[in-house]
């Protein structure tokens, strides 16, 4: 009952950019239908791009802008198709049934091609034989944070609290099995501490619970508190990349404290195995044109990501080398597969 009624006030009252996204995401979706389908053209071949969240999220506001951008770029009509649940698994298994008339991309989250084989016994799709890379669109990073009004001011006050009081070692993750779960643990390792994750369905309600004091600490995508950070209501300690993020750039990295850091997490665009090949090559190349477009480019920094295209060949070798690292923190949880 606590987590409905704080989830009642986030929607009641938040100034997040979180909220003002998905009024946007809704005032522009019809019914969860395209971003383009409402201004759809008769005759023009239509594609469809699935997205595995439900409206409203950073991932659906990146597809509606891509879906923008292609539908203008290669003159057809792009409509967004939600597909949410089991994180984003029906939507790749969709896009593995998707006949070649379908037309089908689908914009994805890392954990999708990279967490869901590794945590699933049978995810219902293989990400090689039925997913065909088209482009890595950008890179997103993952934070750890504690209530603003926290007692605890940086990354070592808070690993001193955690050795003081067990329990200061909860955090919430966005899902389980996710990569916070795991980037947690790590920590736990690290500095020889005890990290347990409290798994939510996504993290916007971990941090309503987390600004209303019932979670001491979260890990959860960056994006999502940077107006909570804002407005006080969260302290972030650290953040897992390589180098600052450029929307927090007085927020330490892991790597500024010793870390090995995972490869960064991204948003890719995958097309569906069927896909007919011309058609292909012309999603591609023009994906790989947007990054030349500073419109664009505004468009995406404003969802609080990171531009940050990658070929196919690339995006093949960044999953292969995320999979990898995950895999083996995996394999060291002792995790479960489901």
């Known amino acids: 009952m606590k987590r409905e009624s704080s989830s009642q006030r986030l929607i009641q009252g938040t100034k997040s950019v979180l909220g003002r996204m998905l009024i946007a995401a809704l005032g522009l979706a019809l019914t969860n239908v395209g971003l383009t389908s409402a201004m759809a053209q008769p ?72 967490m869901l084989p590794l945590i699933t016994k049978t995810p219902g799709f293989d990400v090689k034989k039925d997913l065909v890379p088209v482009a890595r669109m950008v890179n997103f990073y993952t934070c750890l944070a504690v209530p603003g009004n926290s007692p605890v001011k940086n990354l070592e006050g808070y690993i001193d ?37 409290v798994p939510y369905r996504g993290a916007a309600p971990a941090i309503v619970d987390l600004i209303g ?18 407005a006080g209501k969260v302290r972030v300690l650290a953040i897992a990349a390589e180098k600052r993020y450029q929307f927090m750039p007085d927020v330490p990295t892991f790597a500024e404290y010793g870390f090995t850091m995972p490869p960064d997490s991204f948003l890719a ?30 468009k995406i920094e404003s969802t609080f990501m990171v531009p940050a295209y990658a070929s196919p060949e690339e995006l093949g070798h960044i999953v292969e080398k995320s999979t990898e690292f995950w895999g083996e923190q995996v394999r060291l949880s002792n995790f479960q597969a489901q």
């Open 269 to 298: 665009v995958y097309a569906a195995n069927s896909m007919k090949p011309e058609l292909l090559r012309q999603i591609t190349e023009a994906t790989r044109k947007m990054f030349q477009s500073p419109t664009v480019m505004e």
């Open 43 to 114: 005759g023009k071949p239509i594609v469809r791009v699935l997205v595995g969240f439900p409206p409203g999220v950073g991932t659906d506001t990146l597809a509606r802008i891509y879906a923008r951008a292609l539908s203008e770029a290669i003159d057809v009509n792009v409509v967004v198709e939600n597909r949410p649940g089991a994180g984003g698994q029906i939507a790749a298994q969709v896009l593995k049934q998707a006949t070649a008339e379908s037309n089908s991309l689908m914009l994805t989250v890392d954990h999708q091609v990279v």
């Open 161 to 197: 609290a955690v050795k003081k009081a067990p329990e200061m070692g909860n955090f919430g993750i966005p899902a389980p099995g996710s990569q916070p779960q795991f980037l947690g643990l790590l920590i736990g390792k690290h500095y020889k501490i005890s990290m347990n994750p």
């Open 213 to 230: 004091g019932q979670l001491p600490a979260v890990i959860v995508p960056c994006d999502g508190l940077i107006e909570h950070r804002k």
